[in-house]
């Protein structure tokens, strides 16, 4: 059975750092594009950040082009997604997705809240 | 707001048709296949429709989708209960170069 379990999510106040992680099963990670999905009231769903099987290739949101990095280690099963300098509408439920589809599988998500 | 044009709400009695339009451009729709996720209350979206037309194992075939130059469409044939979710399309956009989505349409079994 496929999961993906995101985890890091917190309380954190505006220009603060945040590491989200994805530890992902019951399919062969390395073989597969990952996504970070990110769902708002405000902004709906949003593509924040995708990486590559061999973490060649990354592809970000354009809001958040040089604060976020998404990074993988297929050894360990699992998907990261550094956050600097974290504004106010970053805050959001932080989705793990497969692709081969797009958004294949979806884990539980994880809440970031950005506030003083 | 969204790049991809969704009505935000449908509604039908059981039994009936609902059809759900995503609207979008030759960047996005018009040049690319799109997706359909469902997001039932309080979890995650789950994959509904992928590459336009095709069902992921699992899913009934009262799901269908198609797609017509720069717009597509999610139709659910006899709505069951069940049904009542949140709806969204997804492309990729050659110009922004990542996956948009669309705003969403909540369907409601009358």
């Known amino acids: 059975e496929v999961q993906l379990v995101e985890s890091g999510g917190g309380l954190v106040q505006p220009g603060g750092s945040l590491r989200l992680s994805c530890a992902a099963s019951?399919?062969?990670?390395?073989?597969?594009?990952v996504t970070w999905v990110r769902q708002s009231p405000g902004k709906g769903l949003e593509c924040v950040a995708s990486?590559?099987?061999?973490?060649?290739?990354?592809q970000y949101l354009d809001s958040v082009k040089g604060r976020f990095t998404v990074s993988r280690d297929n050894a360990r099963n699992s998907l990261y997604l550094q956050m600097s300098s974290l504004r106010a509408e970053d805050s959001a439920l932080y989705y793990c997705?497969?692709?081969?589809?797009?958004?294949?599988?979806w884990g539980q998500g994880t809440l970031v809240t950005v506030s003083s | 707001q969204y790049v991809l044009t969704q009505p935000p709400s449908a509604s039908a009695t059981p039994g009936q048709r609902v059809p759900i339009s995503c609207s979008g451009s030759?960047?996005?729709?018009?040049?690319?296949?799109v997706n359909w996720y469902q997001q039932l209350p309080g979890t995650a979206p789950k994959l509904l429709i992928y590459?336009?037309?095709q069902r992921p194992s699992g899913v009934p075939d009262r799901f269908s989708g198609s797609k017509s130059g720069a717009s597509a469409s999610l139709a659910i044939s006899g709505l069951q209960s069940e049904d009542e979710a949140d709806y969204y399309c997804?492309?990729?956009?050659?110009?922004?170069?990542?996956?948009?989505f669309g705003g969403g349409t909540r369907v409601t079994v009358l």
């Open positions: 990486i590559n099987q061999d973490g060649s290739e990354k």
């Open positions: 590459d336009s037309d």
């Open positions: 997804a492309a990729w956009d050659d110009s922004l170069h990542n996956w948009v």
């Open positions: 019951g399919f062969t990670f390395s073989n597969y594009w």
């Open positions: 997705t497969r692709g081969h589809p797009f958004g294949s599988y």
């Open positions: 030759s960047s996005n729709i018009g040049s690319y296949i």
